[in-house]
């Protein structure tokens, strides 16, 4: 058993062949596309907009704030629930975006809107609802919406465009009618 146990102790100890993993060469992340693809963007953006929506239900100095949150918290929550329903149908897993530059502007306008109340949330809330239906709009028109090859999907995607499309417009309604609100660059 002695003999056993300090075998195992010079193989730990003993050096590794190969590179060290500093070295050691890796493939760039390749952007995920297709079917999978553009159901896991959607619920991405769907779960994003969720959180943000109903933090905003309880900070917003604005009733009308508050009820532009409610609608997206409304809206995604469907849109959730469908793209979950078809993904399951179809039998696809879906794949979350490999851009981690989006995940990282999220969390770092959460820790941001948790930090304010009144109307410096509304108006940081209202740019930050801005920017990620932009985002999604411009990710969905574009070159990873054109990859969804299942009609189910694409069906899906061309009903999701409008709500996106009317959120963002809502929003930068509000920010218009605002103009005297703190602003902050996102």
Known sequence: MLTG????FLMVQAPVQGRPVSEARTAPVQPRTGDAAVLG???AADASITEAAKLASTKAGGGDVR????TMVTDHRKSL???GRLAKALGITRALPTDTVLTHAHETAMHELNLLSGSAFDARFIQCIIAEHQTVIKLL???LGS???RPEVRQFLAQQLPLLHSHLAAAEKWQAAHPSAPTRKP
């Open 5 to 8: 146990i300090l075998s195992i």
């Open 81 to 83: 629930t469908e793209g």
């Open 141 to 143: 028109e574009g070159s």
């Open 147 to 149: 990859t969804a090859t």
């Open 67 to 70: 009820s532009l949150a409610s």
């Open 41 to 43: 963007a959607i619920n």
